[in-house]
C-alpha cells in the first residue's frame, strides 16, 4: 500500500502483539505515518503504545527498568495466557520511505523468569529484506532460553557474515542494541544502524502539566529520549534548540498564542548541575507610558495547554526531529482551535518525515482526521482489537458527508 | 446606486499571521485572489469549511448522536455574520472532497441544493435573504438537467451564490512549472519531487510534497527558508506565494482554471 511519504527513512510498517497486556493475539496492525488510535476506555490503545515504549526502554536500558512500571513482566503477560513458559512476543515491521519491497522484520520473544518477576529475553530476530535481494539473518537466535534455569535466549549477532559474527546472552539487554554499537565502529550504511537512528530520536509522550513546570538538569542524558514521557526535561531540549530552531518554535507558538514573542531557558549560575527552567515572554498591555510591555513569564505560571504545546512544538522544532512521535490523549488540555492547529503540525510534521502516532477520546479531534489514518481499537468478548476504521463496515455505511467523529460516536454498538 | 459590500465565505482557517499584524487567510481572499485574477474585491471574508456545508445534509439531521464535530449549516452562519456587521450579498466557495474522504464523491448540486433550501427557511436571516434563495431553489429545482441554466445568477441584495471549488482552492496552483518556478527550482533535480501533475486527485498534496521536497535542497531556496511553515501550517501565506504578481508562469494557469472563470463570472456579474 502506497502512503503520501516522500522521504527515505525508516517507518514503522506494522505491529504484532502477542500476549502483550490487553493484547492477546491480535492480527497484524498496520501503521502509518500518521495514524490516529481512538477506544473506549481500557480497550487497548495504550497497549499499543506501551508495546513500542517496552522495547524503546529496554534498548535505552534494559528489561527490568522497561518492565519496572509493572512491577516487573509477570502482570505485563496477558492474563489468558496459560501456555507454559509465560512469554510475550513484539514482531515490529519497518520500510524505506514508500518503498515496500525493502522490509526490515524485528521480533522479541520475552519469558517471564521464574521469580515471577524478572523478565528474561528468550528469543530475538532481525531479518533484512532488500529489494531484488537475499534475506540477510542479522540477529538469529541459535538456542531459545529457558526461564526455568533463568537461561536466557542464545543469539548470534551478523549469523550471515562470519566476519562479524557474535554470540551475545545477555539476559535482560537487547542483541538489537549490542549490534547497533558493532555497527557504528565498523561498517556505515548497514540497516542495523537506520533502525538504531530510529530508536535514538523515538518520543512517548505521557505529558504531565506538573513536570512540565518543573526545573529539570540543563542537559540530558546521552541515553536518555529526546524529551522524557512527562516532559520534565524540557528546558534541556530547548537548550538543545539553535537559535534558527527557537525562532521557528515562538512562530508556531505565535500561531496559537500570538502575543509571545521568545522562549527562554535560564542559565545555571552556580553549577552546571543546577537545575535550570524555561519561560515564554509575552507582549502584555500594562499601565505604563507605551501602554504595553513584554513580561517573563516562568512555566510554572504558564497555562496546561501552553506548557504541552511548548514541549510538541520543541520537539517538532529540532533537527532532526523525532523518528516516531507517540502521544497518549494529545487533545488534553487544548482548546479546540490549538487541536486543529496541533493536528496540522503534526501532520506536516509525518510528511517530513516524523511517523505520527497518537491516541484521543475525542469526536472533535477526529473530525479533523482522514478516514485512512484512523485505527479504531474495540474489546470484544475480552479480545482487543485493532481495526482501521475504513475497513468497519459501521464506519463506512454513513454517507460521504459525514465527519470521522460524528460516525464514531454513531457506530453500532 | 451604492456599491454592494460582498461578503466571501470561504474555506480556510484564521490564525497564519503575517509580521504586520495582519491575517494571510484575509490577505490571500482580499487582496491577492482578486488581483491575481482580475474579480471585485469582497469588503470581508469569513472561514468556513466543509462541516459548515455537510451540516445541511438530512443524513447529520438523522444521527442518534450529535457531536460538535457536525457543526452548524453555513446559513446560520451568514445569519450570525449579518448581524455582526451587515453585507449585501454573499458568494459562498467550499471544496468538493471532504477532507476526511478524498476518495469520496459528494454531489455537488445535492450541496447546492442543500444550501439554498438552507438559507430559504432560516428564518433568522434578513426576509430580503429568504427570498432570494427561495426565488434561486424554484429555479434550480426546475431544471431537467443541473447545467440547464438559463443565465448566470447576478449578485444583488439578499443574494448568496456559490461555488463548488473541484475539487478545491489550490487546484489553481496545480502547475509543475509554475511551482518549481516559484520555489527557484527550475534547472534542478529535486529528490522526492512529486508526480502526477495532471492527474492526481489531491492538488494539495502535490503541492505539500514539492515544499517537503523544496526543504531537502542545498542549498535550501530562499523562499522555503523564509516561509517556514507548509500546506498543512502555512497554507495561505503559500497561497499568496504562489499568486504573486511576477509569477506571471503561475498566474496564466491559474487565471484559466475553471475555479478562476466562475468566481469571474460570479464576482464580476451585478453590484
Known amino acids: 500500500m502506497k502512503h503520501d511519504r516522500a522521504d ?6 506494522s505491529l504484532t502483539l502477542e500476549r502483550f497486556k490487553a493484547a492477546f493475539k491480535p492480527p497484524v496492525i498496520s501503521l502509518r505515518p500518521f495514524t490516529v ?35 516487573g513482566v509477570h502482570d505485563l503477560i496477558n492474563v489468558r495466557s496459560q501456555k507454559q513458559p509465560k512469554y510475550f512476543r513484539i514482531k515490529l515491521t519497518w520500510t524505506r520511505g514508500d ?10 520473544k520475552v519469558f517471564e523468569g521464574s521469580d515471577r518477576a524478572t523478565p528474561l529475553i528468550g528469543a530475538e530476530r532481525l531479518h533484512f529484506k532488500p529489494e531484488g535481494g537475499k534475506q540477510q539473518r542479522l540477529i538469529q537466535t541459535s538456542k531459545e532460553g529457558d526461564p526455568k534455569r533463568m537461561r536466557p535466549g542464545e543469539r548470534t549477532l551478523y549469523a550471515d557474515d562470519p566476519s562479524r559474527q557474535r554470540q551475545f546472552d545477555d539476559p535482560d539487554r537487547l542483541a538489537l542494541g549490542a549490534a547497533s554499537r558493532i555497527q557504528s565502529k565498523e561498517r556505515a550504511g548497514d540497516p542495523v544502524g537506520d533502525l538504531v537512528e530510529f530508536w535514538r530520536r523515538a518520543v512517548f509522550l505521557r505529558l504531565s502539566p506538573n513536570r512540565l513546570a518543573m526545573d529539570s538538569p540543563a542537559k540530558r542524558k546521552s541515553f536518555d529520549p529526546l524529551l522524557d514521557e512527562e516532559g520534565h526535561m524540557l528546558p534541556a531540549l530547548l537548550t538543545e534548540l539553535n537559535k534558527e530552531q527557537r525562532g521557528a518554535l515562538v512562530e508556531e507558538i505565535q500561531k496559537v498564542l500570538p502575543d509571545i514573542t521568545d522562549v527562554q531557558v535560564s542559565k545555571p549560575r552556580a553549577s552546571r548541575d543546577e537545575p535550570v527552567h524555561y519561560s515564554l515572554t509575552e507582549v502584555m498591555p500594562y499601565q505604563g507610558q507605551k501602554g504595553k510591555g513584554r513580561f517573563t513569564i516562568p512555566a510554572w505560571m504558564l497555562s496546561e495547554g501552553t506548557r504541552r504545546i511548548t514541549a510538541i512544538f520543541a520537539l517538532l522544532t529540532r533537527d532532526p526531529p523525532p523518528s516516531l512521535l507517540c502521544i497518549e490523549e494529545i487533545e488534553n488540555g487544548l482548546d479546540p482551535w490549538t487541536v486543529i492547529h496541533m493536528l496540522k503540525a503534526l501532520r506536516s510534521a509525518s510528511d517530513r518525515g516524523t511517523q505520527v502516532l497518537v491516541t484521543t477520546h475525542s469526536p472533535w479531534l477526529l473530525d479533523q482526521v ?26 463506512m455505511r454513513f454517507s460521504a458527508g459525514i465527519p470521522p467523529g460524528a460516525r464514531y460516536v454513531n457506530e453500532t454498538e | 446606486m451604492p456599491r454592494l459590500r460582498v461578503a466571501l465565505f470561504v474555506e480556510g482557517s484564521l490564525g497564519e499571521r503575517r509580521r504586520d499584524g495582519g491575517d494571510w487567510f484575509e490577505e490571500l481572499w482580499l487582496k491577492v485572489i482578486p488581483g491575481a485574477l482580475g474579480v471585485r474585491r469582497a469588503e470581508r471574508v469569513v472561514p468556513i469549511n466543509k462541516k459548515h456545508l455537510v451540516a445541511l445534509d438530512p443524513a447529520i439531521q438523522k444521527l442518534r448522536s450529535k457531536t460538535s464535530g457536525t457543526s452548524v449549516g453555513i446559513d446560520e452562519l451568514i445569519a450570525a455574520e449579518l448581524r455582526d456587521r451587515p453585507f449585501d450579498a454573499a458568494v459562498v466557495a467550499w471544496d468538493l472532497q471532504p477532507p476526511w474522504d478524498p476518495e469520496a464523491t459528494p454531489c455537488r448540486w445535492q450541496e447546492t441544493l442543500w444550501l439554498y433550501e438552507a438559507l430559504a427557511s432560516n428564518s433568522s436571516l434578513p426576509p430580503i435573504w429568504q427570498r432570494w434563495a427561495r426565488d434561486r431553489i424554484t429555479e434550480l429545482r426546475a431544471r431537467d438537467v443541473p447545467s440547464e441554466r438559463a443565465s448566470v445568477p447576478v449578485l444583488q441584495e439578499g443574494a ?14 496545480r502547475h509543475e512549472d509554475g511551482v518549481r518556478h516559484t520555489l527557484g527550482l527550475r534547472a534542478k533535480q529535486v529528490k522526492n519531487w512529486p508526480t502526477g501533475w495532471n492527474t492526481a486527485k489531491n492538488p494539495k498534496r502535490l503541492l505539500q510534497k514539492a515544499i517537503v521536497a523544496a526543504r531537502d535542497v542545498r542549498p535550501m531556496p530562499d523562499l522555503v527558508r523564509k516561509i517556514r511553515g507548509d500546506m498543512e501550517t502555512a497554507a495561505h501565506e ?14 496564466d494557469h491559474a487565471r484559466s482554471h475553471p475555479i478562476a472563470a466562475r468566481l469571474r463570472q460570479l464576482l464580476l456579474a451585478g453590484g
Open chain 1, 370 to 395: 482522514a478516514l485512512d489514518d484512523v485505527l479504531q481499537v474495540k474489546r470484544v468478548a475480552g479480545e482487543t482489537k485493532y481495526e482501521p476504521f475504513r475497513d468497519r463496515d459501521d464506519v
Open chain 2, 238 to 251: 503559500w497561497g499568496c506565494t504562489f499568486l504573486t504578481p511576477t509569477n506571471k508562469v503561475l498566474l
Open chain 2, 160 to 173: 448568496v451564490l456559490a461555488v463548488c471549488m473541484d475539487p478545491m482552492f489550490e487546484g489553481l496552483m
Open chain 1, 99 to 108: 518503498d515496500d519491497r525493502t522490509a526490515l522484520d524485528y521480533e522479541v
Open chain 1, 8 to 13: 527515505t527513512q525508516l517507518w514503522l510498517q
Open chain 1, 37 to 71: 488510535v481512538i477506544g473506549r476506555n481500557g480497550s487497548g490503545k495504550s497497549t499499543l503504545l506501551e508495546a513500542l515504549q517496552w522495547l524503546d526502554t529496554t534498548l535505552r536500558q534494559d528489561a527490568r527498568t522497561a518492565s519496572n512500571r509493572y512491577r
